[in-house]
C-alpha cells in the first residue's frame, strides 16, 4: 500500500499568519477528517454520522467532544493518573461553543446519531487553540457526506492598545480590554461569546463585523477544500425527512405563531 498523500488547503490570518487545513491521512474511516495546523499546533478533527435514525428517535443526537490531550504539550500523566482525565470545565465550555455554532446547520427533521471529536494533538505556548476547534469541526463536516447546510468558523477577537486582532497570542490576549469568540457562516453571524470591561454598542458592532470578514476567508478555504476532495465531499447523502404529526403541528402553530 502506498504512502497516503493529503489533500491540503491554506488561508493566511489578517496578521500574515498561515493555517493549514489537511484531510485524507488520518482516520480514513471515519465520514470525515481534517487537521488543522498554526505553526507548532495541530488540532485533529473527524466525524461520523449513522445512516439510519434510531428507531422513535425524537431529538438530534449530536455530541461535540473537544479535548486537550497531555501529549501535545510534551507531558505524560504520572503516578496514579496514567491516563487522560475527564474534560475541564475549559474543555467542556469549548465544545458547547462548538456545538451552538454547528447544531442549526443540520436539515430539519435530522435525527441521525452524529458525533464531532475534536483532539489537540500539539500546541505551542503562544497559540490559542479554542479559537481554531469550529474551523476543525466544520472542515471535516465539509469534506464528508454528512448533510450540512454551510461551513461555518469560529475566531476570537479582541481589542489590545486600541486595536483589535483577529485570533492574538497567548500573551497579547493578557492585556485585551475587549475579548470575543464569534461565530458566523458567510452571510450570518451566528453566536457571539465573551467579554468586555464595559465597551460601546459601536465598538462591539466593529468588533463582530472584523470577526465576520476573517471567517469567511476561512468558509472559502473550507468550500475549496471540499472540491479538492471531490464527489466524496460535494455529493451530501440523501435522508429521508422525518415523520410528523401534522395534528400537533397545526394546533401548536395555531396557538402560538401569531403570539410570537
Known sequence: MGKQIPTTTSFNLPDGKEVIIETGKLAAQADGSVVVRIGDTMIFASVVSAHEPREGQSFFPLSVDYQEKFASAGRIPGNFFRRETRLSDYEILISRLVD????????????????VIINLISADKETMPDAYAALAASA??????IPFAAPISEVRVARIEGE???NPSRTALASADMDFIVA???KNVMMVEGEANECEEAELVEAIKLAHEAIKVQC?????????????ATVKRVIEPAPENEEVKNKVAALTKDKI
Not at 100 to 115: E, S, V
Not at 140 to 145: C, E, Q, R, T
Request: no cysteine; aromatic share 8%.
Open 164 to 166: 483589535f486582532v483577529i
Open 140 to 145: 471535516a463536516l465539509a469534506v464528508s457526506d
Open 184 to 186: 458566523a457562516d458567510m
Open 100 to 115: 451552538r455554532a454547528i447544531r442549526p446547520l443540520f436539515p430539519d427533521g435530522y435525527m441521525n446519531d452524529t458525533q
Open 220 to 232: 472559502e478555504a473550507q468550500m475549496k477544500l471540499a472540491e479538492l476532495v471531490g464527489e466524496k
